[in-house]
Nanobody
Framework: QVQLVESGGGSVQAGGSLRLSCAAS????????MAWFRQSPGKEREGVAVRYRVAGLTYYSDSVKGRATIDQDNAKNTVYLLLDSLVPEDTAMYYC???????????????????WGQGTQVTVSS
């Protein structure tokens, strides 16, 4: 049973930074890709960033492009999301997701992922 455990969320003022962590129960590089999503109350879950095993290719949503970095430490089986220049609109529950194999889905499609963490809350105050 694969487990993903997020941490690093919290309350921060606008303009600040946070680094979210996602610890996997198995070697992180065995996944085809790992991603971060977020969801605010009343909104759909939104893809934020993805990192593919192949060449470490990354993509970001327009809402965080230029402010976010997704990275992976295989020695720790952990994927990170660094968010800079936080704004109140970044307030959400952030989820880690892992995809075990290729599928013909967009990276930000929640249906593409096999495994999900429980989430970590990020609250940005103005």
């Amino acid at each position: 049973q694969v487990q993903l455990v997020e941490s690093g969320g919290g309350s921060v003022q606008a303009g600040g930074s946070l680094r979210l962590s996602c610890a996997a129960s198995q070697y992180a590089d065995t996944f085809y890709s790992m991603a971060w999503f977020r969801q605010s109350p009343g909104k759909e879950r939104e893809g934020v960033a993805v990192r593919y095993r192949v060449a470490g290719l990354t993509y970001y949503s327009d809402s965080v492009k230029g402010r976010a970095t997704i990275d992976q430490d295989n020695a720790k089986n952990t994927v990170y999301l660094l968010l800079d220049s936080l704004v109140p609109e970044d307030t959400a529950m952030y989820y880690c997701a892992a995809k075990s194999a290729y599928s013909n889905d967009w990276w930000y499609d929640v249906r593409a992922y096999n495994y999900w963490g429980q989430g970590t809350q990020v609250t940005v105050s103005s």
